[in-house]
């Protein structure tokens, strides 16, 4: 089945501790990225990768990072959670060439402490 | 830079009646897509209906069909005969079809949370 998986699902942490979300997805596309959500601001763009070892920043890239070291995975890192990093976060995906639409993840909620 | 707007906060509707949500945007561009995004309570994702901008039928799925006023910046969603089931938050996302830096970005609207009166 074709699909977008993260992991966790849900976490709670606490200021400052170093966490990851991964995601995986098995449809070969190129480009991934992604979107944190936030009510009455809809989903907002974090960081994008157009292929394996380029990445670039979004509309609010401040607090995270992320590497695309293969194709299928797009990790988040985020080095020192604050308590405005509270959110539901996607990971999404798209070939260019084939497709116009991006496909999402099932959302990973995160609360920071 | 482009912005969407989504007016209507929550809808409500009779099931088995037709409700339309609405969707203006702002872009110089004149090529796009279009897309409306459907999230139940599980938080997923789920692609509705898209619609290209250099198209000028409507597009249409099932129950769902839009109305794209090119002109006017609109994109009005039309759920026909509506279901339990359609209950959801439901956005409206633009994508430029001019790939910026390789960017696919979505801009989305801030949704309008749709109930489904039984």
């Known amino acids: 089945e074709a699909q977008v998986t993260q992991n966790p699902r849900y976490l709670i942490t606490v200021t400052g501790k170093k966490l990851t979300v991964t995601c995986s997805q098995n449809?070969?596309?190129?480009?991934m990225s992604w979107y944190r959500q936030d009510p009455g601001l809809g989903l907002r763009q974090i960081y994008y990768s157009m292929n394996v070892e380029v990445t670039d920043k979004g509309d609010v890239p401040e607090g995270y990072k992320v590497s695309r070291k293969e194709k299928r995975n797009f990790p988040l890192i985020l080095e020192s959670p604050s308590p405005n990093q509270t959110s539901l976060y996607f990971c999404?995906?798209?070939?260019?060439?084939?497709?116009?639409?991006?496909?999402f993840g099932p959302g990973t909620r995160l609360l920071v402490l | 830079a482009q912005t969407v707007t989504q007016s209507q906060p929550e809808m409500s509707v009779q099931e088995a009646e037709t409700v339309t949500l609405s969707c203006t945007y702002d872009t110089s561009e004149s090529d796009y897509y279009l897309f409306w995004y459907k999230q139940p309570p599980s938080r997923q994702m789920i692609l509705v209906i898209r619609q290209e901008a250099y198209k000028q039928q409507n597009a249409t799925e099932n129950r769902f069909s839009v109305n794209f006023q090119k002109a006017a910046k609109s994109f009005s969603l039309k759920i026909s005969d509506s279901q339990l089931g359609d209950a959801a938050m439901y956005f409206c996302?633009?994508?430029?079809?001019?790939?910026?830096?390789?960017?696919?970005?979505?801009?989305f609207g801030t949704g309008t949370r749709l109930t489904i009166i039984p």
């Open positions: 999404a995906s798209s070939s260019p060439r084939i497709d116009e639409t991006q496909y």
């Open positions: 449809m070969n596309h190129e480009y």
């Open positions: 996302a633009y994508r430029s079809a001019y790939l910026n830096f390789g960017n696919e970005k979505l801009t």
